[in-house]
């Protein structure tokens, strides 16, 4: 089962990013969020192929690992310009990565996927960091029928992927509550809170509190009313090791609800 996963080339290990995508806009706008995500494309060193989790690929009652040659772009969003429906990121999909993916040995077995692509989780951020589309991507999907814990598990068996040039990139939010936008307001008392707590134990390396975090009660419910969005950082978290150091960029919020709270492990 780990032949396909040993023929892949051993690299120096690449780091883990957890982006706050936020917005689809952010693909086509020149603002802070979208220049940090270039600068910080300019600065990584190249992957030979990138596993994005976002939070806009859910399935349940299983795992699915897209394994196509040519991943299509989605454009799972309404109500946006027609300049952002048209972009595409023709990025070559990494079937060889995704195989490997799936023969790791998982408590809970991954399958093979063809139809899913590219969603807006994944495109709109690495439009940005990797303009010119010439790094290999493929998706994993979050199965919602899973608690936490078990994606975190699930995350970590996925690490040695790091030592083959495979730069995982978890893109979710770590506030992301859409029923409470409130443009040009501050952000909420709650949402601040989370997203303190949550960095609070980033910074101290306490992942458990983290994969914890439903024990949060109402500040969880509100910050995350679903957790598709939350899920993310369980995975980027997973594929760290004790020698990496966290950096954070785009600390702040948008729309009063969504946390752009991003870091790098390396």
């Not at 040009?184 to 707590?197: I, K, L, M, N």
Request: hydrophobic share 45%; proline share 8%; net charge negative.
């Amino acid at each position: 089962m780990l032949e396909a996963f040993d023929k892949l080339p051993s690299t120096p290990r690449m780091p883990a990013l957890f982006v706050g995508h936020g917005s689809p806009m952010n693909a086509i706008e020149d603002n802070a969020w979208s220049r940090t995500w270039h600068g910080l494309g300019e600065q990584l060193p190249k992957p030979n192929a990138i596993l994005c989790v976002s939070a806009h690929w859910m399935t349940r009652g299983g795992t699915l690992v897209h394994v196509g040659e040519h991943p299509k772009t989605i454009h799972d969003f309404g109500g946006f310009p027609a300049e952002l429906f048209a972009q595409q990121y023709p990025a070559p999909g990494a079937p060889d990565v995704a195989a490997a993916t799936i023969a790791l040995p998982h408590a809970s077995p991954l399958r093979p996927d063809r139809d899913w692509g590219l969603d807006h989780g994944a495109w709109s951020v690495l439009m940005r960091m990797f303009p010119r589309a010439d790094v290999p991507v493929f998706q994993l999907s979050l199965d919602l029928s899973q608690p936490m814990r078990k994606h975190f598990e699930l995350a970590r068996e996925l690490k040695s992927l790091r030592g083959k040039g495979v730069l995982v990139v978890g893109s979710g939010n770590l506030v992301h509550n859409l029923r409470a936008i409130a443009p040009g307001r501050p952000p909420y008392d709650w949402a601040v809170e989370f997203d303190a707590r949550m960095a609070q134990a980033l910074e101290r390396r306490d992942f458990q509190s983290v994969v914890d975090a439903e024990g949060l009660g109402a500040v969880m419910r509100s910050a995350h009313p679903t957790v598709e969005h939350f899920l993310p950082l369980l995975y980027t978290l997973g594929v760290a090791d004790a020698a990496d150091r966290l950096d954070w960029f785009n600390e702040g919020f948008d729309l009063a609800s969504i946390s752009m709270r991003s870091f790098v492990l390396s």
